[in-house]
């Protein structure tokens, strides 16, 4: 009986030290790995931070031991969301500003506005988020009342789609802008020849360089708070669309400071003070930051009629839009770029845009080239033009959620001829064979799920329109979670270590209450992220 017992024991120490360590153990889960064959999973081990082995709870059980090992009872487990297109530094340090997404009214944002100024320490009166679309009257305010309440105060209230934007006489003064002032790639509205206080595209900057910086450890403070709000949706990795050197360094510095979790792919803001030194560091990684290549903006936004169109605005007769820059400037751009290992990512929304751009791509890139330079949001193509996404191997990166926002005035402002080219992402996918997609936050909100269900669904958070919008250019369920994992990492060049759940890359995971791939479409926005895991470690 002694040398049963002995030989028992003996054979439990040694499967016990033949058992490798883990981190981390997932067992009786339903994993989406999202891998090539999007195949299923039960479970998976995480050590240092990477993922380690995936398959059935009895094999992973068997191969590895770990001191936190978790059943999760069936719920499902998604590769960590990726959002291919924000604007994530910029959000975070908008904190101390007025809050004016979803006001109905030009009253409802005085008032809020004036109760803003009286509790805010800062010179200027600064509000983000208003859109003239959501108003009864759905036209551009008038600066008359704000120079009233705010004579001495430099007031600037930003547009949703960072477009637009309105300032009073006192902040129009400190800009030096006059009725007189021209500037390229902008607009300063007139009416009955005097300032409306409607600044356009270029012309926003002309004040905005007036407006002073948040110092640099309050930035990095918002930063972790947004980051926080961002680990709550699910998000794990996202891309950082058009921000400074300074802003990169402060990334940088946030990161060092323990202060920053979150995986950012960073593209630098179209400043040609830049380009020299950039250029040629070309892309580098630095821990969770990486830096990737340069936003570059085409044109305007649909909303603020800034969006460069081929013919007409069908509510605007002899307006269509206009480039932001010379198109020489963006044909420099691309030469430079296209002797380095950078990617060139130009934001285009209205057809003649698009087409601008995807030529120049084409120009210098050629046919079947894997630079994966990218237009972002491809709003409006005209359908000739498709073929050339395809042609180019140019990748649109699109937001859903646009498609849902603008479904309601689009067609005032293009017609239905145009608009049936509009927000075309499954005929955009068609031609590459994947599409990343993101958000576009703080212009659409940060929620993935709601990326989701605009993709596949066609419809807004109130559920409309009842039968989707344009419903033939809806993306399977699968299609879509690609676009918002592995598609987007590879957006990227990121799919070798993001963006799926398998041996060898980070253990960026998100565990939510139901299945997205087998849910009533309708219960989608009531899915609820339950956990987020990046790198292996619980941070939501």
Known sequence: MKKILLLATLSASFFLNAQKKADLIITNAKIYTVNKNFDQAEALAVYDGKIIAVGKSKDIL?????????????????????????????????????????????????????????????????????????????????????????????VYLKRVD?????????????????????????????????????????????????????????????????????????????HDCGITTHTFSLLEKAQQQNKLDMKIFALLEDNPASYDEWIKKGRFTNGNITFGGYKVYSDGALGSRGACLVHDYSDKKGWKGFLLSDQRHFENLARRLKDSNLQMCTHAIGDSANATILKIYGDVLGIENNRRWRIEHAQIVQEKDFALFGRYSII???????????????????????????????????????????????????????????????????????????????LTREQALRGMTIWAAKAAFQEDQLGSLEVGKSADFVILNQDLMKIEENSILHTKVLETYASGKKVH
């Open 62 to 154: 068997k191969k590895y031991t770990s001191k936190n090992t978790q059943d999760l009872q069936g719920k499902t487990v998604y590769p960590g969301f990726i959002d291919a297109h924000c604007h994530f530094t910029g959000y975070a340090t908008d904190k101390w500003k007025c809050e004016l997404w979803g006001t109905k009214s030009w009253d409802e944002i005085i008032t809020k506005i004036t109760a803003y100024a009286k509790q805010s320490q800062m010179e200027w009166v600064y509000g983000r988020s208003w859109d003239q679309n959501d108003w009864p009257i759905k036209e551009f305010p008038d600066k008359k009342r704000l120079d009233e309440l705010f004579p001495d105060r430099p």
């Open 162 to 238: 960072g477009h637009a934007a309105i300032a009073n006489q006192k902040a129009l003064d400190i800009a030096g802008i006059t009725a007189g002032t021209t500037v390229q790639g902008g607009e300063i509205e007139m009416k009955n020849g005097r300032l409306t206080g409607i600044l356009i595209d270029n012309a926003m900057l002309l004040v905005e360089k007036h407006i002073p910086e948040l110092d640099d450890e309050t930035a990095i403070q918002y930063f972790s708070d947004l980051q926080k709000t961002c680990f709550s949706y699910g998000l794990t990795s996202l």
């Open 396 to 474: 649109p990166s699109v937001q859903p959620t646009h498609a849902t926002s603008d479904m309601y005035w689009a067609e005032e402002r293009l017609g239905k001829d145009r608009l049936k080219h509009s927000y075309a992402y499954a005929d955009l996918l068609k031609q590459n064979g994947w599409l990343p997609l993101g958000t576009d936050f703080p212009v659409e909100e940060i929620n993935p799920l709601k990326t989701f269900y605009a993709a596949v669904a066609r419809k807004d958070a109130k559920n409309f329109p009842a039968g989707g919008f344009q419903k033939e250019n809806a």
